[in-house]
């Protein structure tokens, strides 16, 4: 499978994220890329803002390039469908700072529905209770609510932590084999316990699993490359961090409690009318457990005096299976006892794949396999290796991203120089404007 965002074979890397994404033309490429420019101005796009969306443009990886090419396609079908409300979105979005990837799904969203064949109308600006509506040709409306349930304080603390402590481990590691660093805590991770893992770090025996603290046991390794791999450089640092931690006591709550607000807003704004039906399209984050959340739907949709008909639930999320890279969508969907049968919803998600069951999070650690269910994941690598020799004299090295926050790069020894290469890989697999 070609990873999501790659170059057509053989195209030309007209676009700092590579050549156009794959499976598509290059006037499609142009346009998406250019309706993003034309809308926010390049000025803008290139800013120093901590703007998500400034932020992805400013990168030059193949995940960005695709989540770019994905965006700039949604937005030119809603200007397409309503030049005004695309006009309002990129004005809120520009002023959305970091609180904008609601309104950026919202893009997003409307095109979905649109692509699906529906008629539809987005809201005026600040509508309350709802953000379009879709009209079916037997006269009934459905007001849809559009919601978006990113990553959690919570879980944002817990890896600017872990980024922390990757960093001190990489100043103190030596050089010639990979120190590898395995940290399993069957509960919560807080600011004291990493400061008494890094506290424990200078003093931590290799090879031997330690338990550090209650409930957290360490694995240091020191990893030599296997003969007949590349070997690590003996002039660089090769690490990586694994971190797997329970979840926070309230990170599910947290959704359940954004789909109940959602609700309660239907319910203030969006009374029972005849021809009209409420939906609510809630996206959340790859930590949420769906299953639970369906549940929760399901009992809350059939509630006495409930006015919200459907919950639809969107999980995108960049899944991998060794080497190979893939844009999922997991949808699963709740229906209430006065859903209209006869009017069936219809979407096109942006990209990728389409499950309706969860795909199961999996650590694969040597001959382990630890699932992650409930569980937060930190992964960071920088794996430096010396290039390889082939029979004919040409040097060979690794570029790869083997897995998700781990970087290979390769050291070339040419004409007395040593020369350090990588690739164009995102840091991790993270989903920004999807």
């Known amino acids: 499978m070609t990873p999501p965002g790659m170059a057509q074979p053989n195209a030309p890397r007209k676009y700092k994220w590579g050549g156009r994404p794959f499976g598509v033309d290059q006037e499609t490429a142009d346009g998406a890329y250019g309706v993003l420019e034309s809308s926010f101005t390049k000025a803008w796009l290139e800013g120093r803002q901590e703007h998500r969306l400034q932020k992805v443009w400013g990168r030059d990886d193949f995940l960005a390039g695709y989540e770019l090419f994905l965006f700039g396609r949604a937005l030119q079908r809603v200007k397409d469908l309503d030049a005004k409300k695309a006009q309002e979105l990129v004005r809120a979005i520009r002023k959305g700072g970091t609180t904008a990837h609601g309104l950026l799904y919202e893009v997003q969203a409307l095109a979905m529905l649109a692509e699906g064949g529906h008629h539809v109308a987005g809201t005026p600006k600040n509508e309350p209770g709802y953000d379009a509506l879709v009209r079916f040709d037997n006269g009934m409306t459905m007001r849809w609510s559009f919601k978006n349930h990113d990553q959690s304080d919570r879980e944002r603390v817990f890896r600017e932590r872990c980024q922390k402590l990757y960093e001190h481990l990489h100043a103190y590691a030596g050089v010639g084999a990979l120190e590898r660093l395995l940290v399993l805590a069957d509960r919560h ?57 329970t979840h926070h006591a309230i990170e599910q709550s947290n959704f359940t409690s954004k789909l109940a607000k959602a609700a ?72 209430g006892p006065h859903y209209p049968l006869n009017c069936p919803l219809k979407m096109v998600l942006p990209a990728g794949m389409v499950s309706t069951s969860p795909s199961p999070t999996i650590l694969r650690s040597d001959d382990q396999h630890i699932g992650l269910t409930g569980k937060y994941l930190f992964q960071r690598g920088l794996h430096v290796r010396e290039a390889q020799r082939r029979e004919d004299g040409s040097l060979w090295g690794e570029l790869t991203a083997p897995a998700d926050g781990i970087q290979e790069q390769s050291i070339f020894s040419m004409g007395g120089r040593r020369l350090r290469f990588g690739g164009r890989h995102p840091v991790s697999d993270e989903l920004f404007l999807i």
């Open 189 to 245: 991770l807080g600011p004291e316990d990493f400061g008494a893992i890094t506290l424990a770090l200078k003093a931590l025996p290799v090879g031997r699993i330690m338990n550090v603290l209650p409930q957290v046991d360490v694995l240091l390794s020191k990893v030599v490359a296997p003969e007949g791999e590349q070997p690590f450089a003996l002039d660089a640092r090769s690490t990586q961090l694994t971190i797997v931690a």
């Open 264 to 335: 309660a807003n239907m319910q203030k704004h969006c009374p029972r009318k005849e021809k009209f039906s409420n939906v609510v399209l809630m996206r959340v984050h790859p930590t949420a457990d769906v299953a639970q959340l369906q549940a929760v739907a399901t009992e809350m949709l059939n509630r006495d005096g409930c006015v919200v008909d459907a919950v639809v639930l969107h999980q995108p999320s960049v899944t991998r299976e060794n080497s190979n890279w893939s844009l999922v969508s997991h949808v699963q969907m709740a229906l």
